[in-house]
Structure formats: C-alpha cells, structure tokens
C-alpha cells in the first residue's frame, strides 16, 4: 500500500473470486484499513467482489452465499455489473486481486487499463498452480510499463524489459505465499505458551514481515524478502507475534515479557529447530543413553569394529 502512495482510503480493490479464500483476504486487508484509521463501513467499502455472475450486489436478484454478503454492493442503484471488464471500467480500481483459478483472466487489456489509471497499480494473481494464474508475470511487467506492483501465488522467473523510457531492468515477482509467516506465527505462540491466537497476532505476523525487507531487496522492487532468508525473517515474525500476545494478556511464559528485542530474538534462535545440527544432536542423545546404562562410546566403537574385523574375516575366506 505504501509503495503505490496512496492513501488507503483512497484504494479500490475489485477481486476475482468471491469464495471463502477471496472473502477472506479481503477482511484481513479491511482489518488493516481499520487500523489505519478508517472505520469499517469506509474500509468495507473500498472492496468490490467478482463471481460468475459478475459484481456482488445486494439486489443481483440471485441468493448470495452467506460469506459473499458483507461485501455486497448496495451503492450500484439498480445497475448490474457481469463481467469482469465492465466492472473494471466502473471502478477503475488501484488493486486487482485474482483467487478465481482462471488462468489467463486478466487480459493484457485490462493490465493496460490499470496502468493508465495508476503509476504503480497493484497486480496479485493468486490462484495456484502457474497455469491457472490470472495472469504471468510478464505479462503483468509488459502491459504496465513495468509500473505493477506485483505478487503470485506461484513463482514466476525474473523479466528483462525496456519500458517506454528506455530504460531496462530486470523485474522479480513476489510470491504471496503464507510460508514467510506460519512458521514464525507457530513458534510464537509455542513459545509464548498463547492460549489462543488473536486476530492482533495474526496481523502483527504481516506488519513484521513487511519491516524485514533489505534496502537492497527494496532497490530491487522485491514486496517479499528473499526466500533464503526465511529463517531470520521467521525470528522477527515470531517476536512481533511474541508481543502481540503478551500484549493481549493471552501469554503464559511470563519470564520473556521484559527482555529486550535483541534478547527475545536470541531466546527464539536458541528454540529454533536446526535441521543442520540433528546428526550432533542424536550423537549428544544417544551418548547420554549409553553413559546411563554404563556404556562408553568406546566400548560401542569397540563392538563395532570388532564387528567389522568378523565381516572383513567371513569376506576374506570367500
């Protein structure tokens, strides 16, 4: 939102697909509106929701699913909307957000149409797997003068192209994927001992990881950090998760309450599983095993080598 630089307030979103996955995006983006200071009539009616049957209104004649009536259009005075590009043209909307698994439903016309409304319009086609794709990321980078803001659900290669100005660049698609987060919303709940999940947690994961981006990853236009930093950005996403629930008083490890941001990052790496250290970790378990049960590791080298001497024996005599 801030990369586009306009307020919220002033964004409209039209998302393909109106399903559970779609409604449900959609509240999470409206419970960060509400924080920025919008109250949720005004941040409810930012979003306009596409089915098949076109834009979701409250007098489509049809009877709406349960999850689709929150976000039904009552401001369309009796006009109905079919397909996605009239509705388009009725809102020239600074998002367009794609959860239908219909590949290819963005058509560089209406990529075109969102550049000519926006400097940096926001571009996120969502659906998996690449096929289905709302659209490819060159296709996003092309017909946007390399101006969209962009994020997939699939990986897309990075893009070489030469916009209008004559400049070329090569382009990385950003990844909507919950990975960056989960990992960091389990381990801050386990190791705050959480009794529940607040919504406050949920949304301090997101915020968290939006401040991990290198000045380098955003001079590079990335809107995710590189994925190879998964585990530091985990450490940071657990923290802030950390917070949020000692803040809504749902924390049970209270001794962690007063260290430091430095301190609580280093008591989370020290809890963090380590797939690269097991083989030293079993070594260290299976040898206070056997100093429990009063054997050495000498004397399992022992057995072992003795072992192979018969084997190399029996093999010699063959």
């Not at 089915?51 to 209104?57: A, E, I, P």
């Not at 430091?260 to 008591?267: F, K, Q, R, V």
Request: hydrophobic share 35%.
């Amino acid at each position: 939102m801030k990369r586009t630089g306009i307020p919220c307030r002033d964004h409209r979103a039209v998302f393909l697909g109106a399903g559970s996955a779609g409604v449900g995006v959609a509240k999470q983006i409206v419970q960060f509106f509400m924080r920025e200071g919008m109250t949720e009539d005004e941040a409810r009616a930012c979003f306009y929701l596409v089915d098949t049957k076109g834009l979701v209104t409250a007098d489509r004649g049809d009877k709406l699913a349960e999850h689709k009536v929150y976000f039904a259009r009552t401001d369309n005075n009796g006009q109905q909307f079919k397909t996605l590009e009239e509705v388009i043209d009725h809102v020239k909307p600074t998002i367009l957000m794609g959860l239908s698994t219909m590949g290819g439903v963005f058509t560089p016309e209406i990529l075109k149409k969102m550049a000519e409304w926006n400097t940096h319009p926001i571009i996120f086609p969502l659906s998996n797997p690449s096929s289905k794709s709302e659209c490819t990321f060159e296709d996003a980078v092309t017909h946007t003068d390399g101006r969209a803001l962009f994020a997939s659900g699939s990986p897309f290669d990075p893009v070489t192209f030469t916009n209008s100005a004559g400049e070329t660049k090569t382009y990385y698609a950003g990844q909507g994927n919950n990975m960056y987060v989960f990992p960091g919303i389990g381990l801050g709940t386990i190791l705050s001992k959480a009794v529940e999940v607040t919504d406050s947690m949920i949304y301090a994961s997101g915020e968290a990881l939006s401040k991990t981006l290198t000045p380098e990853e955003i001079e590079m236009g990335l809107l995710y950090p590189d994925v190879t930093r998964i585990r530091e950005v985990s450490v940071v996403v657990a923290r802030q998760v950390i917070r949020a629930a000692q803040e809504a008083k749902v924390d049970r490890e209270t001794s962690i309450r007063d260290l430091s941001d430095a301190d609580l990052d280093a008591w989370i790496k020290a809890r963090m599983y380590n797939p690269h250290g097991e083989v030293q970790a079993l070594e260290r378990e299976v040898g206070a095993i056997l100093s429990s049960i009063g054997r050495t590791n000498g004397h399992v080298n022992g057995f072992h080598h003795h072992h192979h001497d018969d084997l190399n024996e029996k093999n010699s005599k063959l």
